[in-house]
C-alpha cells in the first residue's frame, strides 16, 4: 500500500513538474489550456511566475517528500491545491459556474485526498511538533 500511495505521490508532483515547466517555457501555450491570457509583458511575467511557482513548489514537495517517505513535506502542496479549490468553490457560488468548472474542482481535490492519505500514511512529525 505504501508503495502504490507514494508511486501515485511521485507521478502526480511529475504531472505538475510538467505543468511548471510548461508554465516557464511556454506560458501563453500553458495558460490557454486553464482559460488564461496575458495581457503586456507584465501578464506574460506574472503567468510565467506564479504559475511556474505554485506547480514547481508542489512538484518539489511531492517528488522530494514520496522519495524521502518524509510526509511533512506533503503539507505545502495540501495547503496549495486546498487554497485553490476552496477559492474556485468560492467563485463558483459568488460569479457563478463556467462550462467545465468541474474538472480542476476535481483535480484539486484528488490532489487534497491523495496527499492528504499520504500525510497519515507516511512517517511524519505531529503538527504542534512542527509549529510549536
Do not use: K
Request: hydrophobic share 60%.
Amino acid at each position: 500500500m505504501r508503495l502504490v500511495l507514494t508511486a501515485l505521490i511521485f507521478l502526480a508532483g511529475m504531472f505538475d513538474l510538467f505543468l511548471a515547466i510548461s508554465f516557464l517555457t511556454g506560458p501563453q501555450q500553458a495558460a490557454a489550456g486553464f482559460g488564461l491570457s496575458p495581457t503586456g509583458t507584465a501578464g506574460l511575467s506574472t503567468l510565467r511566475a506564479d504559475m511556474t511557482a505554485f506547480f514547481g513548489v508542489a512538484a518539489f514537495c511531492m517528488l522530494w517528500g514520496s522519495w524521502r517517505r518524509n510526509a511533512d513535506l506533503l503539507l505545502v502542496p495540501i495547503l496549495l491545491f486546498g487554497t485553490a479549490m476552496v477559492a474556485r468553490l468560492i467563485n463558483v457560488v459568488v460569479a457563478g459556474p463556467y462550462d467545465g468548472w468541474p474538472v480542476p474542482v476535481a483535480v484539486e481535490a484528488f490532489h487534497v485526498v491523495l496527499l492528504l492519505i499520504g500525510w497519515r500514511t507516511l512517517p511524519h512529525h505531529r503538527i504542534d511538533e512542527i509549529a510549536g
